[in-house]
């Protein structure tokens, strides 16, 4: 692409013949007559940054990556300010995985060219991509004061995220569907980092105004129930999670959050049991369904149709901890104290951080007469129950 650019910019009156022939040969992948006829013309002209330019590209096509990068060296000495020849270098550098490089001649382009107003916004995503938030949004901020738009408020909000500020990250992101309703992508990371700064009410009320542009989104209802989960709303949530299974079965996190709040919304639980047990059989060979499904129907009272489903789960996978806490929790129901203590150990060994798990199994060494073991169970469940309490809200993001 870059030789064919080039190509069209030369001008006939200023390069030689041996130029336009290395231009094609290189735009048609004949990369050894390129190089001859390129080498030959910047014998000829030695000090224009396009002829090393097209070798530096040559060079590359051929494997010989010493050559080329000191050709791309020759045309950044000699480029100054010449606009197409930094945009030149900017693509060469993005090409090669330099974002940085790419993203400062592509600034010094924007700059030198106004007329084009698509290079800022290039430029600053070159610099998310480099992981330099603080050039992108000084970047963002000079273009914005040209010209207020869309994808530059977007693309400022994602450099404010990858400086882990999600409240001016939302704002941004959030003035961006304002300027630009149509776009889907930006209410979704609008109220994602809304949730993020703990602001759920803020990000329900970004996904209720992208409803109206895309009523039928199931990411915006898998956004919105996260905000409501986020908020304790569990019915909401879990109407807007079984909204965004009946938009689209395949997504699997709207599953995974109904299970987590399914015990708040005793009303719901027919319609989560129809969805689960329409996944379990249409996956019948995966841990999850038979996870979820066992869940379930262990909060009915079917305790045996459950432990079956959640051995299963445990079976296809024995190192998720949540199919062997329920499968504890379904052989306590049933008495079976000592395999009940045996899975819920287990599920404690793969994750240490469940206050749940811990309750359990001090609940089940009670019911054992191990009165030690029991209260240092609860001791660890009350101080899990603190950290959980005053940390941040981590778990709402899909």
């Known amino acids: 692409m870059l030789a064919l650019w080039l190509l069209l910019w030369a001008d006939p009156a200023s390069f030689e013949a041996l130029f336009r022939s290395g231009l094609t040969a290189l735009n048609q992948n004949q990369f050894s007559t390129a190089q001859t006829q390129l080498e030959a013309a910047s014998k000829l002209k030695p000090n224009d940054p396009q002829v090393w330019l097209a070798l530096a590209q040559t060079y590359r096509k051929l494997k010989r990556e010493t050559a080329s990068e000191a050709a791309v060296g020759k045309a950044e000495a000699l480029a100054g300010n010449n606009a197409l020849a930094l945009h030149a270098l900017a693509y060469l550098h993005s090409e090669a995985g330099n974002f940085g490089k790419a993203a400062a001649f592509e600034a010094r382009y924007a700059e030198l ?124 949530a879990v109407d807007a999670f079984l909204r965004t299974i009946h938009l689209d079965s395949t997504v699997e996190q709207p599953y995974i959050f109904i299970a987590r709040s399914m015990d708040h919304t005793p009303s719901r639980m027919p319609e989560i049991l129809d969805v689960f047990k329409a996944l379990a059989q249409r996956a019948p060979d995966n841990y999850m369904s038979g996870y979820l499904y066992g869940k379930a129907l262990l909060i009915q009272g079917e305790d045996e149709q459950a432990e ?90 899909p």
């Open 113 to 236: 060219t106004p007329a084009d107003e698509n290079a800022a916004p290039r430029a600053v995503d070159l610099y998310l991509k480099a992981h330099q938030p603080e050039q992108a949004i000084e970047l963002a901020g000079r273009a914005l004061l040209k010209s207020d738009r869309a994808d530059l408020r977007f693309l400022l909000g994602k450099a404010y995220d990858l400086q882990q500020q999600p409240a001016k990250a939302a704002q941004q992101m959030q003035r961006a569907a304002g300027l630009n309703p149509y776009e889907e992508d930006y209410y979704f990371q609008a109220a994602r980092e809304y949730t993020a700064a703990g602001n759920a009410p803020a990000a329900i009320q970004v996904i209720e105004t992208g409803k109206r542009v895309f009523a039928r989104s199931p990411q915006l209802e898998l956004m919105l129930g996260v905000a409501y989960y986020a908020t304790q709303q569990y019915q909401q």
């Open 308 to 397: 079956a489903l959640l051995r299963k789960s445990v079976s296809l996978n024995d190192r998720y901890w949540e199919s062997r806490l329920e499968l504890g929790k379904a052989l306590e129901q049933e008495g079976d104290l000592e395999a009940a203590a045996r899975e819920l150990r287990k599920s404690i060994e793969l994750n240490p951080k469940s206050a749940t798990a811990h309750f359990r199994l001090g609940r089940v060494y009670d019911r054992l007469g191990k009165p030690n073991e029991a209260r240092a169970e609860y001791a660890i469940q009350g101080r899990l129950i603190d950290e959980e309490e005053s940390g941040p809200f981590h778990n709402s993001k």
